[in-house]
C-alpha cells in the first residue's frame, strides 16, 4: 500500500539530508514522533517532546535549529518551528513531509487516507476473486461479505490483520474460500471425511482440525453455506458437542466416523428418493442385528419399527440378549454409552415416523443423565423403561459412587426420574443393566 523510495531514486541533496539526519539519533526520535502525529492528524503539525536528552543531543539540536537549548533534559519541538528551521538550512528545497517519507521510506499518510486506500485496495482483490468464480455460490458468498460486513468479513480482518496487513493472504484466503463454497461435497450428492476434504481442499489433510487458523474459517463458511440454503442446525443444550458435526454433515463433511456408529435390531430403512436400503432390509428380513456407522446412516431418509415402537438400551450385552429373544419382531437400539450423532440421527428419523421410544439405562449417575437428556432431546413420546427404584435396587452393585460422581445428581431434574435418584443417594450404589437382564425379558 505504501510507496517506497530507494537509495538510487533520491536525489543529491535529498541523500545528504538523509546521511545528515541519520547520522544524529536524536533526529530519530523526533522524526517517529512526527510520523505517529502524521498518522493520526493526516499532516505534518503537533509538536513532539524528546526527553532525557544528551550534552551531545542538545548540541546537535542547537546547530539544527539556531537555539540555545543548554541545560535542558528535555525539548519539545512543533511542527512549525521545524519547518522553518529546515527552510533555513541547506535542505531548504525539501518538505517537511518529504523528510519524513525520505527517511521512513514510505509515503505519509493519515489514517482516514490509510483507510480509504485500505478500502480500495480490498475492493480491488474481491473484484479480481469474482471474475474467479462468476457463476458460482462462491459468487454471491463473495457479494454479502462485503454488503453486509458479517462474521467471515471481521474472520477476514483479522487474518489481514495478523498477516501484517498483507494483500496476499487476503487473496489466498478469498480463493480457499471459493474453493471450499463450491467444493462442498452435498453438492455432488456425497459425503467426505474432513480430513479427506482438507487435503483436496488444501494439500493438507489436518487443515480444517480443531485449533488450526483455516478451521475456524471452514467453519464460518460451512454457518453461510447451511444458512443461503435455508437449513437451521437446531440449538440444543442437550447434546452442544453434536450441533458442530451436524452443521458439517449437512454440508456432507463428516468429522468423524470410524467411532461414531449404533446397533439396531429389526428397523426398516428408506433411503433419499424413496428407495428401500436393500443392505438394511436383508438385516431386517434375517431378523439379525446390525453396527451402522454414521456415514451410512445421514443418508438415510425415512424409518419404520414394528409396532411403532422401539426399545432403546444403554448396554450391548443387554442389547444382544435382547435381540436374540425378540429376533426382529421388536425394534431395539444401543447407543452403548454417551448418544454419539449417529444416535441423534436416528433418534430425528424415529421421532419423524412417530415412532414411540422406551429407554433403559444403568442406575449410576452418568447413566440417568444419559436417559434424562435422551427424553428430553427426542422429538416424539419417550418414557423410561425398566428405571424405577425397585429395579435399581434389584440392579444394585457393590460399587459405591464417589462423591464427585454423585454431585452429578444435581443434575437431574426430571420428576420421574426422582425416587431413583434419592435411592441412589442413600445407599451410594451403583446398578447395572446387566444386573436386571431378566427383568428386561419380562417386558
Known amino acids: 500500500m505504501n510507496r517506497s523510495w530507494s537509495k538510487e531514486q533520491q536525489s543529491l541533496p535529498a541523500r545528504e539530508c538523509m546521511d545528515y539526519f541519520r547520522e544524529h539519533s536524536v533526529f530519530d526520535?523526533?522524526?517517529?514522533?512526527?510520523?505517529?502525529?502524521?498518522?493520526?492528524?493526516g499532516s505534518f503539525s503537533g509538536t513532539v517532546v524528546i526527553k532525557n536528552l544528551s550534552e551531545e543531543d542538545l548540541e546537535v539540536l542547537e546547530g539544527f535549529f539556531q537555539k540555545n537549548f543548554h541545560g535542558k533534559k528535555s525539548v519539545s519541538v512543533s511542527a512549525a518551528r521545524f519547518e522553518k528551521a529546515l527552510k533555513e538550512s541547506r535542505f531548504g528545497d525539501l518538505l517537511p513531509k518529504e523528510v519524513l517519507e525520505l527517511y521512513f521510506g514510505e509515503a505519509m499518510a493519515g489514517k482516514k487516507e490509510q483507510q480509504r486506500e485500505e478500502e480500495a485496495l480490498w475492493s480491488q482483490v474481491f473484484e479480481e476473486a469474482g471474475r474467479q468464480c462468476v457463476g458460482t455460490a462462491a459468487e454471491q458468498w463473495l457479494h454479502e461479505i462485503m454488503l453486509e460486513k458479517g462474521e467471515?468479513?471481521?474472520?477476514?480482518?483479522k487474518r489481514y490483520r495478523e498477516a501484517g496487513k498483507s494483500m496476499e493472504e487476503l487473496k489466498k484466503l478469498l480463493e480457499l474460500g471459493i474453493r471450499v463454497i463450491n467444493g462442498f461435497p452435498y453438492r455432488e450428492n456425497s459425503l467426505e471425511y474432513l480430513a479427506v476434504f482438507g487435503a483436496?481442499?488444501?494439500?493438507n489433510p489436518h487443515a480444517f482440525d480443531d485449533g488450526e487458523r483455516d478451521g475456524q474459517f471452514?467453519?464460518?463458511?460451512?454457518?453461510?453455506?447451511?444458512?443461503?440454503r435455508g437449513i437451521r442446525i437446531k440449538d440444543t443444550d442437550i447434546f452442544p458437542a453434536l450441533q458442530k458435526q451436524k452443521s458439517y454433515l449437512a454440508a456432507g463433511i463428516l468429522r468423524d466416523d470410524i467411532s461414531n456408529y449404533v446397533l439396531i435390531s429389526g428397523i426398516r430403512v428408506w433411503k433419499r428418493q424413496g428407495r428401500i436400503h436393500e443392505g438394511m432390509?436383508?438385516?431386517?428380513?434375517?431378523?439379525?442385528?446390525?453396527?451402522?456407522p454414521l456415514s451410512v446412516i445421514a443418508g438415510w431418509e425415512r424409518v419404520e419399527c414394528p409396532n411403532k415402537e422401539i426399545y432403546i438400551l444403554e448396554n450391548p450385552s443387554v442389547f444382544a440378549m435382547l435381540c436374540g429373544k425378540w429376533a426382529g419382531e421388536k425394534a431395539c437400539m444401543c447407543m452403548n454409552g454417551q448418544p454419539r450423532l449417529s444416535a441423534v440421527l436416528l433418534l430425528d428419523l424415529l421421532a419423524k415416523a412417530g415412532i414411540k421410544v422406551y429407554y433403559a439405562g444403568d442406575f449410576d449417575p452418568e447413566g440417568l443423565l444419559i436417559a434424562q437428556k435422551v427424553r428430553h432431546y427426542y422429538q416424539g413420546e419417550a418414557v423410561y423403561w425398566k428405571m424405577s427404584v425397585q429395579e435399581y435396587e434389584k440392579s444394585k452393585s457393590a460399587e459405591i459412587i464417589s462423591a464427585k460422581r454423585m454431585k452429578m445428581l444435581e443434575r437431574i431434574e426430571d420428576e420421574e426420574l426422582l425416587d431413583t435418584v434419592a435411592a441412589m443417594r442413600a445407599s451410594t450404589l451403583a446398578g447395572y443393566q446387566e444386573n436386571i437382564w431378566k427383568e428386561y425379558q419380562g417386558e
Open 152 to 157: 467471515s468479513y471481521f474472520y477476514l480482518r
Open 281 to 292: 432390509e436383508g438385516f431386517y428380513l434375517e431378523k439379525e442385528p446390525v453396527q451402522v
Open 218 to 228: 471452514l467453519r464460518f463458511l460451512i454457518q453461510w453455506e447451511n444458512a443461503n
Open 29 to 41: 526520535r523526533m522524526f517517529r514522533g512526527f510520523r505517529e502525529k502524521y498518522v493520526s492528524y
Open 200 to 203: 483436496r481442499m488444501t494439500g
